[in-house]
């Protein structure tokens, strides 16, 4: 056992979303085989002032892959993402063993980035890079996958402060105030 502080924050990184309000919404339309879900601002389960609390139940007996999206619909730091950036996501694990991606979407595509396995509870900070994003892009949303299992039916996962670390031309970090 090794406890983890993850409230740390990687020097050099500015703030994407604090998730200080209801930045998300759940988006039946961009989700497949979803019973049920919902996106709200937690007070109760958060590492700084809040955090968005992503709850799904998939389809039980769905034959295409279950997917719960939840659009951003609010912006509190607009930040551009370029393919040699990194994203910092603190995330609330609930066990099910599903699959969390960020949405970075650009005026030429929408590209779904891996974040984490939620193979984990409690929180956890991941580092995402955004090598995958073909032109500058923004944070859209964020979608959360079935990896089906017997836990993977339903599930409840925190999502607080999103941050990025820019790098430059010569593939070091810039450090942003």
């Not at 393919?83 to 005026?107: F, M, P, Q």
């Not at 890079?129 to 017997?150: M, T």
Request: hydrophobic share 35%; charged share 25%.
């Amino acid at each position: 056992f090794t406890a983890v502080d993850a409230k740390t924050e990687k020097e050099g990184t500015k703030v994407v979303d604090t998730m200080s309000d209801a930045n998300f919404a759940y988006d039946a339309e961009g989700s497949t085989a979803v019973v049920s879900a919902a996106a709200k601002a937690s007070t109760t389960q958060k590492l700084f002032t809040k955090s968005q609390q992503l709850t799904y139940q998939f389809d039980a007996d769905a034959t295409d892959p279950c997917e719960a999206r939840y659009g951003r619909t609010m912006v509190d730091n607009d930040q551009i993402i370029n393919a040699k950036d990194t994203l910092g996501v603190h995330i609330y694990g609930d066990l099910t063993g599903n699959e969390v991606y960020l949405e970075l979407t650009s005026d030429v595509s929408t590209r779904y980035v891996r974040v984490a396995t939620l193979d984990f509870l409690g929180w956890q900070y991941c580092e995402v890079p955004a090598s995958e994003v073909e032109a500058p892009s923004r944070l859209s949303g964020i979608k959360i996958v079935e990896v089906p299992s017997q836990m993977s039916k339903k599930g409840t996962v925190y999502v607080d402060q999103i941050s990025l670390a820019k790098a430059n031309e010569a593939g070091l970090e810039d450090i942003v105030a």
